[in-house]
């Protein structure tokens, strides 16, 4: 079972990577909490997460979370990726994983000659490019899970309120963070510097959510 502190091993290690990769402009290595009620929190140390929840549009939060710093790795391309965990005696309880691109990439495009050469900058620089925030959340509370209605764990695309695409159980720091570098900054020649974890979460979806498209994370072969 995945406590709190192998979860913060991972963020680090995984924060280090991304750092040797060259893919990273900018970190705050995770925080390790312990709160009232036998909780505990990974995330980035004394930061407010409410901006995340406030009603404003994606450029004025983006613009915040980046002024003051609310984010785990700012990738090359101004991407922010943001990751918060919190356990209840050792038992995961809640996440809340983040990926959210540059409102635009105009700042490359305009200026194409200086990344044209290096093909992780390919997508960047295509001008039909349409960022989209992604964001898995996981939250086992009674009171808000809900088969179908609120899957406890679930992909949330384009900050649609009700879109909760099921997930079969919470991501793990590895299955997040390679799961983004894999999809938004793979080229042919890339090469990454993180570090495998084969650990996983328990599965949580819901039978009736197994009817609908889904998300499975990885089943690790021996």
Same mark, same amino acid.
């Given at each position: 079972?995945?406590? $709190? ?15 040797? &990769? ?5 970190? =705050?290595?995770?925080? !390790?909490?312990? *709160?009232?009620? =036998? ?6 140390? =004394?930061?407010?997460?409410? !901006? ?59 200026? $194409? ?19 989209? $925030? ?8 009674? +009171?808000?899970?809900? $088969? ?13 309120? #009700? ?5 079969? &159980?919470? *991501? ?10 894999? #999809?938004?900054?793979?080229? +042919? #020649? ?13 599965? &949580? ?10 998300? #499975?994370?990885? !089943?690790?072969?021996?």
């Amino acid at each position: 079972m995945l406590k $709190p502190r192998d979860i913060y091993s991972q963020v680090t290690a995984l924060t280090t990577g991304v750092i040797k &990769s060259g893919l990273c402009d900018a970190q =705050n290595f995770p925080s !390790i909490v312990t *709160l009232p009620h =036998n909780m505990t929190e990974i995330g980035v140390a =004394n930061k407010d997460y409410s !901006i995340f929840l406030k009603s404003i549009t994606y450029a004025e939060m983006y613009q915040a979370a980046l002024e003051k710093k609310i984010y785990n790795i700012k990738m090359i391309d101004g991407a922010l990726l943001t990751l918060l965990y919190r356990f209840s005696n050792d038992r995961i309880v809640a996440h809340r994983l983040s990926y959210f691109p540059a409102p635009d990439l105009i700042a490359f495009q305009n200026e $194409p000659e200086l990344y044209a050469e290096d093909e992780l900058y390919v997508d960047i620089l295509d001008r039909r490019i349409v960022t989209v $925030p992604i964001r898995f959340d996981f939250d086992d509370d009674d +009171a808000v899970r809900c $088969p179908l209605e609120h899957p406890i764990s679930h992909l949330t695309l384009g900050q649609y309120k #009700n879109c909760r695409i099921p997930v079969s &159980s919470a *991501l793990t720091p590895y299955q997040f963070i390679s799961f983004i570098i894999t #999809n938004f900054y793979h080229s +042919a #020649n890339s090469k990454s510097d993180l570090q495998e974890f084969k650990d996983k979460f328990d599965e &949580s979806i819901f039978p009736e959510e197994r009817e609908l498209i889904h998300i #499975n994370t990885p !089943i690790y072969r021996n």
